[in-house]
Structures are given as structure tokens and as C-alpha cells.
């Protein structure tokens, strides 16, 4: 299942898209944007007659195809992402503030994160430049794992690394609990998810959703993924922790919108726990994603005026 396989890669900060940190505190709770329509499907957005509730396994197969159909359209926008990282100390007040601003857009079919501004100072004409060479490297080497995958007939995600299937994820945990709710004026069916811990794993992404739990809200129209939470269950270790070390608790979030009628893309990431990775990224307290300012660009990188402004 490509985004939701992609968004928990990045959650487990393996930095595919140079985004850096975890996201916020994970709750099966409706929070003040959602409203629980009915647990057995006895409600519907402005009064529509009660619809039963789908088949979880077939929905997310759904969700699966509809993600696949739908990255073509994702690959002509471009957008701005502002983060924030807040470290703690050890009573909880902020000591440290970060922040990041970042162009994101697809290159040869990889999407990445150009960054252009930190702690609000635009970047010198050689900080652009490394910029520049980072992103060649981090497409070229994307697109020798997928042609390396292809032969070998592997399918993977965009940035060539291992894809988990929907029959995937059903084997490394279980989906229960469908219930219908309101998300943004939306009708949902939200989805809890957890992790089997006994469940044998195949690479580090498995190893990474078999150690979490959350919940998935799908868009009923649409069949796309609008909001996913999670926290780890357990200590999350790559290489001893000297590689990748993810605290026990850490919890995150991401939201997504409809853009331009068209395309759902994401609005907002947030985190809070403890994590690090190589010698590049250490966080402790909370971090914060806002997505914004939604384009569509030509090949030529020229940008279409008037688009941006997400549906609800």
C-alpha cells in the first residue's frame, strides 16, 4: 500500500524526502474537526441515508488502487512545507527551536524536498547549489534501485524502496473497528490499526509497521487516505540505535486535503517523542509540518497562477 507504506517510512524518519522528525501524539479520540457519525453506520454528512459499513480488507485494497492512480496527478504539483522542531528539556519547557522551509515537487518521477529557508534565513548561492547536487544524487540513486528492482521484479515506491501490499499489511498486524465519522465536512470510515510483534518481518520498513498502532481515516467518497496517527509500540532500533533509534511512545499524525477537486495531498504533519537518525537528525520534544501554497507545474517548472487553495 504505497502512501500509507511511504508516510510511515518517513514517520520512522529515514529522511527519503529530507523530512526530519516524528509526528504527534497518536489518539483513536475525535478531536474538535471530527464527529463520530455512527460506529455501525447510522449516519451520514448533512442527514444522507445510513449506508452499512464496507468490508475493511476490501476497502483498503480500494485505497490501495486509488493511491496508485492518483500519484500521476500528485506528479504536477509543487508546494511549500514550513517545519518546526521544538526540543524539551527535562520538565518539558522548549530549550531549542528549529525550523525548515522546503519546496516540494517530483524530479524524474522521485519527490523531493529542496530546502530554502532555515530559521527563517534563505540559503547562500553555495547552500543552493548543495541543494542543487543533493537532489541530483538522491534521484539518480532512486531511480538505480527501481530499474535494479524492476529486473529483479520487484515493486517498490517511488523512491525504489521496498513497497508493503495491503495483503502485506494484514499479515504484519490487523485492521478492526471501522466506524463512520465527519473529518473537515467529510464522511470517513475510520480504520484502527496495530501491529502483530510476533508477526515475521522481511526488511526494516515490515520491522517498522509491525512495531506500530494507530488509526487510518479514509475519505468514503474518494477512497484516499485523509488522516493517519500512530505511536510506536516498542523501542525502534536500526544498527544498535546507532543507526536509527525511535523512543518507546513517539506518535505522530499527518493530514491530508483535496486539492483543486483533483488530487489529495498533504496539509499538515505533527510529532511528538523522541527520535534519531545517522549523525544528521536528533529530535526530542515536538515537531510540526504545515503544507501549503498547492501548484501545478509544467515540465518546464513553470507555474500555473490561481491554484493552490484546498477543497473541503
Known sequence: MAAVSSMILVLAVTLSWGVEGARAQASSEVTHSTGVIGGTGTGAPGGEAAQPLPDI??????????????????????YHAADTVEELDGHGRVKKTESREYDVFWVDGVPVHKLTKKDGRELSADQQKKQGERIDKEVAKARERRMKADAEGKTTDPYGHDEVTVSRLLELGSFSNARRVALNGRSTIAVDYVGDPRAKTRNRLENVIRDVAGTVWVDEQDRAISKLEGRFLDTFKIGAGLVVNIRKGTSFSMEQRKVNGEVWLPAQMDGQGAARAFLLFRFNGRFREVDSGYRKFKVTSTILPGMGKPSQ
Open 57 to 78: 480488507p476490501a476497502l483498503m485494497h480500494e485505497v490501495e488502487e486509488h493511491e496508485k492512480a492518483a500519484e500521476a496527478v500528485q506528479k504536477d504539483y509543487l
